[in-house]
T-cell receptor, first 112, second 115 residues
Framework: SQKIEQNSEALNIQEGKTATLTCNYT??????LQWYRQDPGRGPVFLLLIRENEKEKRKERLKVTFDTTLKQSLFHITASQPADSATYLCALGHSGTYKYIFGTGTRLKVLA | DAGVTQSPTHLIKTRGQQVTLRCSPK?????VSWYQQALGQGPQFIFQ???????QRGNFPDRFSGHQFPNYSSELNVNALLLGDSALYLC??????????????FGEGSRLTVL
């Protein structure tokens, strides 16, 4: 069955450093991959989308890579700030379906 | 510009009861999806509504049903509640024209507790 794995343990990093979050998937060939941020008790908020034919996408301090051979996406936050502390979810989709498959999320804590 | 609104924000029910959750999509959006998020888990797709029809359904039993109204708002109904139905129910709106690849705009969710 389709499976998405994200770092199950919380990631603690020092303010100003680069945070790198991983999303690995099996038994699936997504056409695109999205990253969302979720704060406690709130709904997810869209951050970035990357398609299967794109290797890298950037938006301000955020960078996403997508390696369909390794079946992996990396999500980077450069110059991290305490306000970046949240849970980050990856979601996979395909043009033949309307549903998104979400990972369990990685909790990031940026220490001041 | 109003985003996605959901009601109620919190509710408590007992096993066997029925619940109805409501969602108004973001202005201009015509497609509504419902997701269930258990504690510590990622959202799981329940179903999507477009043009008042259920367009796709996830792996959820028939106890979960929905409806979309002409103004694009939507309801999620869950019958014969089980303890395992306790979760955060998220409504997400999008534009059908994005072909299923567009970003989802989520509401803040309805937190359901089944005792």
């Amino acid at each position: 069955s389709q499976k998405i794995e994200q770092n199950s343990e919380a990631l603690n990093i020092q303010e100003g450093k680069t945070a790198t979050l991983t999303c690995n998937y099996t038994n699936y060939s997504p056409a695109y991959l999205q990253w969302y941020r979720q704060d406690p008790g709130r709904g997810p908020v869209f951050l970035l989308l990357i398609r299967e034919n794109e290797k890298e996408k950037r938006k301000e301090r955020l960078k996403v890579t997508f390696d369909t051979t390794l079946k992996q996406s990396l999500f980077h936050i450069t110059a991290s700030q305490p306000a970046d502390s949240a849970t980050y979810l990856c979601a996979l989709g395909h043009s033949g379906t309307y549903k998104y498959i979400f990972g369990t999320g990685t909790r990031l804590k940026v220490l001041a | 510009d109003a985003g996605v609104t959901q009601s109620p924000t919190h509710l408590i029910k007992t096993r066997g009861q029925q619940v109805t959750l409501r969602c108004s999509p973001k202005s201009g959006h015509d497609t509504v999806s419902w997701y269930q998020q258990a504690l510590g888990q990622g959202p799981q797709f329940i179903f999507q509504y477009y043009e008042e029809e259920e367009r796709q359904r996830g792996n959820f039993p028939d106890r979960f049903s929905g409806h979309q109204f002409p103004n694009y708002s939507s309801e999620l109904n869950v019958n014969a509640l089980l303890l395992g139905d306790s979760a955060l129910y998220l409504c997400a709106s999008s534009l059908a024209g994005t072909g299923g690849t567009g970003e989802l705009f989520f509401g803040e969710g309805s937190r359901l507790t089944v005792l």
